[in-house]
């Protein structure tokens, strides 16, 4: 997992030359390196029988919906088959909204408007709805929706998004960040993709996306499937259950931290209401650096400390130095006293932000895929993963607080959750209201003020985030009251300690690579997570008793349960300082943004206090005084099993703790880890295998093709000449993998 410039510019060269659209290769929208492709209805039997398969449809001619709204927000009935129409900005291209169609749902007629974004569809003869109180983790009660194909194809390519080059980048279909996928609420989503990379195979994750019964396409290499070996296309297939906004990634080791990287929308109701065409493309926030990450990954395990960042972007978009390279502020432009809806998503490698709009309000209605009842603010803390939909609050007379109604948008790296040499710039964008502005050749910055608030390394509060839709966590099945967790058997443990291992070294033999002396690496369970890319977990879980026993897998098996009974998981992750001091581990004090596969979680408890005792000051820590084996339940009035926020990703506090639940009604097998990619790439990571003796009946259809990208993966692997370090072959892999 090296670069070399020279193979990177003559990859770039063949790669331009030789670029191709997939398969079939008829549709011309497919030669288009900057977009996805989108194509028509094409109905397809997902990959579990379990799934409630679309029909397939003989529509006539004129039931053709035309794929974007053309920029006029409506909803109506083709031949008696509801069409929804979806919000967007004018500046967001001419082409509109996209169109929902459901072509199956012939008793079903729209019923989301500006007026009432809460409501889908309501049925033709009785008052039912699928609306913001829909279950939408049942497949039965969300609309049928249609398959929707995209292609992606991975590049190496310099790319300089703040006017510095950055010669190692890899982005999908020539653009940093990748393209805006779009589709609707219960489609199902196909997206092939190809790997033009020279050096490196890549899997891509579609971050916070439930996956039932479609584990095998949650794009993990190593757990889920072997990486997509250079030249060759895989194509991931699953439905969209959830609504909201998220962004898919390469989980081929650092890969995202380059530039492969993208949004993807899934329109559905909202918490509150906003006008008709107030939506804008998601605002994707990250941590950028002049160097690949694969540069700096030797560095931060030579010296145990992660890498400084250089620059903020906003998608794609920073500024950096002098020269007249770099682009101009990223533009949006309000109109006065209504609400618009802005997307955020945070997609960095190392830092968590704090967003603000200079004089505006933000009503928070969504987190994470999750619904929630509405809150305002004038700021918003975001960890790495993390997504919310926001509601701006446009100003009725703008251009009484700004002269020339001009307002910062700030992007500010929380403290103690970031790390830059120097103070980024902060004001990241503008909001302005004076489109006259789109036609000059310059406009004035903004004189507008922030707000004092604070930028500490934290989630946004746990009262705010109210669900929807309300969840009644139950009692863990997981443990057992009258056994001290320290006795359990690895794979059974409920209770996980992150901190650093001196790990490998000459003559050792655990597989970390390099090998020349023990390096401090990241972990959470056992040992230093480590994948293998051509032995993925779900191709051997014949042998799990085997794999159980390989500390570097960091297996954890949840009890065998049926999915449709109300069994929870739950568990403790803590983050000492210095305490416990068994072994060779380090603990110190460090926040770590812990994302799970597969699951939306409950949030039972965080907090920055200790778990564990520290006899030099004299604490108890709260392991001991409130959580002992017999107390973590929900009669435990200290943690909150009655509507807890849920999400996926969640902030763990430095020195502190998190308790978090999930129903066990996705087998599969899922990674649990920490979203900065240093920590991940390190070993902070675990797996969790959910109901084992349901995994193979699901996957049964789709497994030849898995076996079959792991053949294509091992051959080429196999030659030596393909890696990069061809003389030392065990070089290729340096990291976990992930």
Not at 350 to 362: A, P
Not at 563 to 574: F, G
Not at 605 to 630: A, C, L, V
């Amino acid at each position: 997992m090296r670069l070399t410039s020279v193979w990177t510019s003559v990859v770039q060269v063949f790669s331009f030359l030789t670029f191709s659209s997939p398969e079939d290769g008829n549709d011309l929208i497919s030669q288009r390196p900057q977009v996805p492709i989108a194509l028509d209805d094409v109905h397809y039997h997902p990959p579990s029988s379990h799934h409630p398969i679309p029909p397939i449809s003989n529509h006539a001619a004129e039931d053709v919906v035309p794929l974007y709204t053309g920029g006029e927000e409506r909803s109506y009935m083709v031949n008696g088959h509801p069409v929804v129409g979806t919000p967007k900005s004018p500046q967001e291209g001419p082409g509109g909204g996209l169109y929902c169609h459901y072509p199956d749902m012939k008793d079903w007629e729209p019923c989301y408007s500006p007026e009432n974004r809460t409501c889908w569809l309501k049925h033709k003869h009785d008052d039912k709805r699928i609306d913001i109180m829909t279950d939408y983790e049942n497949e039965w009660e969300i609309p049928k929706g249609k398959v929707r194909k995209f292609y992606l194809e991975v590049s190496e390519q310099p790319i300089s998004p703040d006017g510095a080059t950055m010669e190692h980048g890899k982005v999908f279909n020539r653009t940093y960040p990748g393209p805006w996928l779009e589709a609707c609420w219960g489609d199902w989503i196909e997206v092939t993709v190809k790997n033009n990379l020279r050096w490196n195979g890549t899997s891509v994750h579609w971050h916070g996306f439930r996956q039932f019964e479609s584990f095998h396409m949650d794009g993990v290499n190593g757990i889920t499937e072997c990486p997509i070996a250079p030249g060759d296309t895989f194509t991931y297939r699953f439905r969209a259950m959830q609504y909201g906004s998220a962004w898919y990634h390469s989980h081929y080791s650092l890969q995202y931290g380059d530039g492969l990287l993208g949004p993807i929308t899934i329109y559905g109701p909202s918490t509150a209401n906003f006008e008709a065409d107030e939506a804008f493309r998601p605002l994707l926030l990250t941590d950028w650096n002049h160097r690949s990450v694969f540069e700096d990954w030797p560095l931060m395990l030579k010296s145990g400390v992660a890498p400084s960042m250089t620059n903020i972007l906003i998608n794609g978009v920073g500024q950096f130095g002098s020269g007249g390279k770099q682009k101009e502020k990223y533009t949006l432009y309000l109109d006065e006293g209504k609400k618009h809806l802005l997307i955020l998503i945070n997609t960095a490698v190392d830092t968590t932000f704090v967003f603000s709009i200079d004089n505006h309000t933000m009503e928070v209605i969504e987190m994470d895929f999750v619904p929630i009842v509405p809150y305002n603010t004038t700021n918003l803390k975001i960890g790495i993963g993390q997504r919310y939909h926001v509601l701006v609050h446009g100003l009725k007379n703008p251009y009484e607080a700004e002269r020339y109604g001009n307002y910062w948008m700030r992007v500010i790296p929380a403290r103690k959750c970031s790390k830059f040499p120097y103070g980024p710039d902060e004001q990241m964008g503008i909001f302005r209201y004076n489109t006259t502005y789109q036609t000059m050749g310059s406009a004035p910055d903004p004189m507008s003020e922030p707000p004092l608030y604070e930028t500490n390394c934290a989630d946004e509060p746990l009262d705010k985030l109210v669900p929807k839709i309300p969840w009644t966590v139950g009692n863990p099945v997981n443990i057992d009251p009258n056994v001290d967790p320290k006795k359990l058997p690895a794979n059974e443990s409920y209770i996980f300690n992150v901190g650093l291992t001196m790990s490998g070294g000459p003559n050792t033999s655990t597989p970390y690579i390099p090998d020349d002396q023990p390096y401090a690496r990241w972990d959470m369970h056992i040992a230093p997570f480590r994948i293998n890319f051509s032995d993925p977990t779900l191709l051997s879980l014949s042998s799990l008793d085997s794999l159980i026993t390989k500390p570097h897998l960091d297996i954890v098996t949840l009890p065998t349960s049926n999915p449709d009974d109300d069994k929870w998981i739950w568990m403790v992750i803590t983050a000492p300082d210095k305490v416990p001091t068994e072994g060779a581990r380090i603990f110190f004090p460090a926040a770590h943004p812990i994302h799970l596969h597969g699951h939306d979680f409950a949030v039972l408890r965080q907090s920055s206090k200790n778990w564990y005792d520290d006899p030099d000051i004299g604490h108890i820590g709260e392991g001991k005084r409130w959580f002992t084996p017999d107390k973590l339940n929900c009669e435990n009035e200290r943690l909150d099993c009655e509507n807890p926020t849920r999400r996926d990703v969640v902030l763990l506090p430095a020195s502190g703790y998190v308790v978090i639940a999930f129903k066990a009604d996705n087998p599969g097998a899922w990674i649990l880890h920490c979203h900065i990619a240093f920590h991940a790439s390190s070993g902070l990571a675990m797996q969790i295998i959910e109901n084992k003796d349901l995994i193979p009946a699901i996957m049964e259809k789709d497994k030849p093709v898995i076996e079959e990208k792991c053949r294509k993966w091992r051959e080429w692997y196999g030659e030596p000449k393909n890696l990069w370090d061809w003389h030392e072959p065990k070089h290729f892999q340096d990291d976990s993998g992930v």
